[in-house]
């Protein structure tokens, strides 16, 4: 049963730069034809997909986000990773990493909150 | 605003029918592009409900059924439970926008 399990800072100041990470268990990383996606919500609103990533550290983009998204994989310790830059308040939200089977998402993370605020 | 439009609740009481639509365009749900379902209880993670249309992942009750006609698709649920209620989610590809896009969610109520 493959999990995903996210990490990384629950408060990031307006303007800096948001990392998180996630590492993924009970199946290799490098493993099928598996892309691994960042999806996130706003408290209250619906889901948007941000960018995912393959193995061979090839990468897709939300166009609405790509000017700020950077996302890179770790094979070795079967994780990847989210930066996104200048964030502001309209960036608070549960961040949730899944993996991309296909056109659709099969697991997913439990989510991380990340507020924007000074 | 979403690019695959939902009803933001519907209601039924237990044991009965209720459905739930997923509205999109020809740059997504009608360009033979496939839709996929997702349930999200209560403070917790979207579960992947329905995939390709119609295809439930094991372990999902066959309770719950997908379909697609032109530009939408729904979410059918029969036999209601209490456990049922809450968020459910379709999913596309937009062809258009280049991503992966969702309906803005449907808030059922047992």
């Known amino acids: 049963q493959v999990q995903l399990q996210e990490s990384g800072p629950g408060l990031v100041k307006p303007s800096q730069t948001l990392s998180l990470t996630c590492t993924v268990s009970?199946?290799?990383?490098?493993?099928?034809?598996?892309?691994w996606s960042w999806i996130r919500q706003p408290a209250g609103k619906g889901l948007e997909w941000i960018g995912r990533i393959y193995s061979s550290g090839s990468t897709n983009y939300n166009p609405s986000l790509k000017s700020r998204v950077a996302m890179s994989v770790d094979t070795s310790k079967n994780l990847f990773s989210l930066n996104l830059s200048s964030v502001t308040a309209a960036d608070t939200a549960v961040y949730y990493c899944?993996?991309?089977?296909?056109?659709?998402?099969?697991?997913w993370g439990q989510g991380t909150l990340v507020t924007v605020s000074s | 605003q979403s690019v695959l439009t939902q009803p933001p609740s519907v209601s039924g009481a237990p044991g009965q029918r209720v459905t739930i639509s997923c509205t999109g365009s020809s740059s997504n749900i009608g360009t033979f592009i496939d839709v996929h379902w997702y349930q999200q209880l209560p403070g917790t993670a979207p579960k992947l409900l329905i995939f390709?249309?119609?295809h439930r992942p094991s372990g999902v009750p066959d309770r719950f059924s997908g379909s697609k006609s032109g530009t939408s698709a729904s979410l059918a649920i029969s036999g209601l439970q209490a456990e049922d209620e809450a968020d459910y989610y379709c999913q596309s590809f937009d062809t258009s926008l280049n991503a992966w896009v969702f309906g803005g969610g449907t808030k059922l109520t047992v």
């Open positions: 009970g199946g290799s990383i490098s493993g099928g034809t598996y892309y």
């Open positions: 899944a993996r991309n089977k296909a056109n659709y998402f099969d697991y």
């Open positions: 390709g249309d119609r």
